[in-house]
């Protein structure tokens, strides 16, 4: 079983809706939480970080840590055909490495 | 801005050819990573620096060898290119541990 699993999708949205990208782990001592968002023919960029449990939003992005459930999450309000990208989580371990999720293709519908 | 550059964005080379991979980072980070990006496996970690000169393993080092002469340099290195090795490859950069600057990445064909 990987430290982090995430769907890669693809997952196909009409513009305007809410989307949900989630990310399950299986070690308790991860703190630091992690979207990255990569373009096409592009390197992956940070978009947002968490530490250790709760909410943190930015503009139409929202991320979200459940450190019971271990299980992290990114919502995306009035999505846009220029969220289409993949996007990538990933944690810090103890030994400050990040463990990357697989990505999930994100495709908006205009 | 942060920039992190790569020497090639495709390489198309023949098994049992030497290979080098050149990252090049204009912040002054002391931190560089190669990793390889596979459908369904995400980025997994090859090798790391914390330092001139200094190199660590990271998850999937069988393979590749790294050097790290100056600062702002980072090259990775398939001794001896196989198929298996087609991939592709992603260079970040980092002051702070979780977030890292990536390059445009290289596509590597090996045939």
């Known amino acids: 079983q990987k430290e982090v699993e995430q769907d890669p999708g693809p997952l196909s949205v009409p513009e305007g809706a809410i989307v949900s990208l989630n990310c399950t782990y299986s070690n308790s001592a991860f703190q630091y939480f992690m979207w990255y968002r990569q373009y096409s023919r592009k390197g992956p960029e940070l978009l947002m970080y968490t530490y250790s449990s709760g909410n943190k939003e930015d503009g139409r992005f929202t991320a979200q840590v459940d450190k019971s459930s271990k299980y992290i999450s990114l919502f995306i309000r009035d999505s846009q055909p220029s969220d289409s990208a993949t996007y990538l989580c990933a944690m810090m371990d103890s030994n400050y490495q990040l463990i990357w999720g697989a990505g999930t293709k994100l495709i908006i519908k205009p | 801005d942060v920039k992190v550059t790569q020497s090639s964005r495709y390489l198309v080379k023949r098994t049992g050819e030497k290979v080098f991979l050149e990252c090049v980072q204009d912040?002054?980070?002391?931190?560089m990573f190669w990793y390889r990006q596979d459908p369904g496996l995400g980025l997994r970690l090859i090798y790391f620096?914390?330092?001139?000169?200094?190199?660590e393993k990271g998850d999937i080092p069988e393979g590749y060898s790294v050097s790290r002469e100056k600062k702002e340099r980072f090259s990775l290195i398939l001794e001896s290119a196989s198929t298996n090795q087609t991939s592709m490859y992603l260079c970040a950069s980092s002051l702070k541990g979780f977030e890292q600057y990536f390059g445009p990445g290289t596509r590597l064909t090996v045939t």
């Open positions: 620096s914390y330092d001139v000169k200094m190199k």
């Open positions: 912040m002054d980070h002391e931190n």
